[in-house]
């Protein structure tokens, strides 16, 4: 079936540095995919649509300068956390709509990303 | 605007019991879907169903079964003879028209031994 990956799939930054997440569509091409954002016992909230050939759309109260994405190629989105800080740490996960008989979406495995 | 309403935060059952999660939803979109994800610990979202706007019947897949009523936006999830691997948190989720996903605030299920 479909699958999406994403790169690193942990990763441990000191304040103020900036660190990039890779989400990949492995056997469909997406020119959209949704990042989502999910704290400690929260649920999934979605900050951004990411698209191909254009900009991204931020939902509200999420900072476009401090969370840049970027649709490279119709198989590949990334986004970065500039100089991050202890509470952008959270778990943030990508998706890809897709059409496979019907309307569906696949997410990637997740980012775990912890700012010391 | 969208949403999706999960009441039950947590339940925890005994192993064998069988336990029904609750989903009831809002959207003024016509054509919608439905899911629902388990995530374990691991925190890896796991698919378990889609069910369109169109189609009301229920669905049985082993264990799990769903109830899909739109006359009253609900779209529950029965586990049927619950086991310990079923514990995790379960996600609620809506679809419109513009592909964006909504999630409930997940019910996170404990079955014990």
């Known amino acids: 079936g479909a699958v999406v990956s994403q790169h690193p799939s942990r990763v441990i930054c000191k304040s103020g540095t900036s660190v990039k997440i890779e989400c990949r569509s492995l056997?469909?091409?997406?020119?959209?995919m949704f990042w989502y954002r999910q704290f400690p016992k929260q649920s999934l909230m979605l900050m951004a649509t990411?698209?191909?050939?254009?900009?991204?759309?931020?939902e509200q109260g999420v900072e476009k300068d401090k969370f840049l994405i970027n649709h490279a190629s119709l198989t590949l989105s990334t986004l970065t956390v500039t100089s991050a800080h202890p509470e952008d740490s959270s778990f943030y996960i990508c998706s890809a709509p897709t059409y496979r008989g019907t309307e569906t979406q696949y997410f990637g495995p997740g980012t775990r990303l912890l700012v010391l | 605007a969208q949403k999706v309403t999960q009441a039950q935060t947590e339940i925890s059952v005994v192993e064998k019991e069988d336990v029904t999660l609750d989903c009831v939803y809002e959207t003024r979109d016509t054509t919608y879907y439905l899911f629902w994800y388990k995530q374990p610990p691991s925190g890896e979202l796991v698919f378990l169903i889609r069910?369109?706007?169109?189609?009301?019947q229920n669905e049985i897949s082993g264990r799990y079964s769903w109830n899909f009523q739109k006359s009253t936006s609900s779209f529950n999830f029965t586990i049927t003879a619950s086991q310990v691997v079923d514990s995790a948190v379960y996600f609620c989720?809506?679809?419109?028209?513009?592909?964006?996903?909504?999630f409930g605030k997940g019910t996170l299920l404990t079955v014990n031994p």
């Open positions: 056997d469909f091409q997406a020119t959209t």
């Open positions: 069910r369109n706007s169109f189609d009301e």
């Open positions: 990411s698209n191909e050939g254009s900009k991204a759309t931020y």
């Open positions: 989720a809506l679809m419109g028209s513009n592909y964006k996903l909504t």
